[in-house]
């Protein structure tokens, strides 16, 4: 099949800017041009029954029909190099490591704020910050056990960080499944590239999960909020793949500050739980006393030290948008290094001199909720039409702490499969970085692709698709 | 493993085994429907109703008693729960709930089930293909079960499930046997034949008809019939063999050995294993059955009581 070359200026995965195939491309690109487009229809047709019948599907907030949607899986994968993958990881281990540090920091000593880094109103008006949590010692002084960082590749051929995720991250279980189907589609694709293995992942994370306790063979559990929840299936997946119940609430209870849950033999404690529920909705007693999925008094449990969570509670701190452009600082001020990851430069509304500048320049800004998430509630200036435009205006004059704005950076392209044949999609990158003993991760990640011609919105709430990810075990293939 | 968990492996396997069930009721008494007399057909269709107690629910929702009504009402109709289709979801509910003690295959093969039967609600099914959709059912209830004997762990998820398969057996067999037993009684001085097909049916319905020929030969007597479906082992769908799984089932399950669920399904077990076809005729079958179906809806209420429900 042809491949359709991507536009003038922007940084293609595939093609480099004189249209040679970059060499880490190139068993794939040979595969594409002698593929036929009569197979590659079918093999879309089996991967998308596969996904049905393996229940691999996700519900969309919102839409009433959407519920059982599958994610459109696109089957060319995405390819990083060997090298762009070593700079990748080490960068990622800093940046978590510092995000640790910063969370364990602003829960016991504040240095960073005596410092004058961060201003403290920054840190403890936040109100993601849990001051229920100042003091409470972690094992291993962990917080995000389990961070999902998102990633882009600007034009310039570099990785920025887009934002980073330390809350319940979600998306591995595509990043296995995505594999394990084009393993299934395309065998022979594997014994001619050189592809890295992510399959360890759920023994990574069982790992993680254990070494988040100080207990020798901790019970770890899994907490969803049940099946009705977008990411169930992630849940039950990964509880199977390590082999640890899945819970929901209902199924736990806390007796003298120990958290057991009900089994056909009695009660039997629990002593992590790897949760997927958001911290007000983890115990009614001391967040929404409305909710029904948490465990009532379970708290109590956390902060009397009888069970741990991960990830911790006020995690969330660390990652809203208006603490993201102070992480470069972050790496400085507790590793002492340079960061090796990009922070996309960031003009935070709440300060009157970036606001003026962001109001106006709005039509070539992104504007974005400092705690939104999921793609809701932005602004993308170029695409905005006149309304759009002015109603931030108003709300970004109204209400300036709720936002943050950063230029429209140009998503990388990679090769599509699209209605018009094989064609350019921006995408990015989410990789699942684990600290337990130490800072982990499997070669690969969560790769998102906009599936709309010119989209930059690769949410998979909003319509974006997936790909299996590729990262080479040498960068010549 | 997890009371929760406990309770829909259990209900799932019930639910799967209650959709074979009704497709093979309902199979046996359209058939039987052809060869019978006009004026006894609504009884003749009536009897899938009658055995799951659905009559009531039918009546406001249909008119008359005719064979597309009786498939789409017991097949494809989501306004009532006992339909093949609700039955389905119901199951597949419960497989979602449990997603982490089910093997992929097992999983994979009731999520199947029920996205094909989402596609025959919309298709429809009709007379002349209904044989069709009753071998589906049944096809599908065979994979589930070979599913889940040769992928699941040998652990309590496996043995609940089980639990919930049998339990669910020996009710609709004894149900089953008590109506067409009344029926084939009421007829007996009128008519041989009809009294005949009575029991070809029960037999039929319970997948029992070719284990008769083999053990009694070609003759059908209502007390053979009796004791083959309550008395003999060897036939898997017997109230006998049902109870055998049971017992050993329980006998298994961690920490059972004070439970109360226990003691009745032994002793159940007991009063079939040392029965016999003097005891039963002299008891009168629908006095036995009766008695029989109080006893094992006692023991599934005790189970539930004893593994699957908490009190703190």
Known sequence: MLIQTPAEGLYDELFDPDRRVRPHYRTLEKWLIDSDEAMIADKRREADVLFQRLGITFNVYGQDEGTDRLIPFDLIPRVISASDWQKLQSGLRQRVNALNRFLHDIYHNFDIVKAGVIDAEQVFANPQYQPGMQNLKLPRNLYSHIAGIDLIRHNDGDFYVLEDNLRCPSGVSYMLENRRMMMRLFPELFASAPVAPVDHYPALLGETLRAASLKPNPTVVVLTPGRFNSAYFEHAFLARQMGVEIVEGADLFVRKNKVFMKTTVGPQQVDVIYRRIDDDFLDPLSGNPHSMLGVPGLYGAYRSGNVVLANAMGTGVADDKSIYPYVPDMIRFYLNEEPILKNVPTWQCRKPKDLKYVLEHLPELVVKEAQGAGGYGMLIGPRASKKELSHFTDLLKARPHHYIAQPTLSLSTCPTFVEQGIAPRHLDLRPFVLSGKKVQMVPGGLTRVALEEGSLVVNSSQGGGTKDTWVLEDDQC | ?312
């Open chain 2, 1 to 312: 493993m997890l009371s929760r968990a406990a309770s829909s492996l259990f209900w799932m396997a019930r639910y799967l085994e209650r959709a074979e069930s009704q497709a093979r009721l309902l199979d046996v008494s359209l058939t039987m429907a052809l060869i019978d007399v006009p004026e006894d057909r609504e009884e003749q269709l009536s009897v899938p109703l009658l055995v799951t107690g659905t009559k009531e629910a039918f009546d406001e929702l249909y008119d008359d008693i005719t064979p597309q009504n009786l498939i789409d009402f017991m097949m494809l109709d989501d306004r009532h729960p006992a339909s093949v289709y609700n039955i389905i979801q119901s199951a597949r509910d419960n497989a979602l709930h449990v997603r982490g003690n089910l093997s992929a295959d097992v999983w994979e093969s009731i999520n199947l089930s029920w996205l094909e039967m989402r596609e025959l609600r919309k298709t429809g099914v009709t007379e002349s293909n209904a044989s069709q959709i009753f071998d589906w059912t049944r096809a599908r209830s065979h994979i589930f079960r070979g599913a889940a004997y040769g992928t699941l762990l040998r652990t309590d998820a496996f043995h609940f499930l089980r639990l919930g398969t049998f339990i669910e057996r020996a009710d609709t067999t004894a149900r089953v046997l008590d109506i067409r037993h009344e029926m084939a009684s009421a007829s007996v001085g009128e008519q041989a034949t009809r009294s005949f097909f009575e029991w070809t049916a029960l037999l039929h319905s319970l997948a029992a008809f070719e284990a008769y020929q083999q053990i009694y030969g070609p003759n059908i007597l209502p007390l053979n019939v009796a004791e083959l479906l309550i008395l003999e082992l060897n036939v898997p769908r017997s109230l006998h063999a049902c109870l055998r799984e049971i017992v050993a089932l329980l006998e298994q399950i961690e920490n059972g050995e004070a439970r109360k669920a226990r003691r009745l399904a032994n002793s159940l077990f007991a009063n079939i294993h040392y029965g016999d076809r003097d005891y039963i005729a002299e008891r009168g079958l629908h006095e036995y059955l009766t008695d029989f179906l109080e006893r094992i809806q006692g023991i599934a209420g005790q189970i539930q009581r004893d593994y699957m429900g908490w009190q703190i």
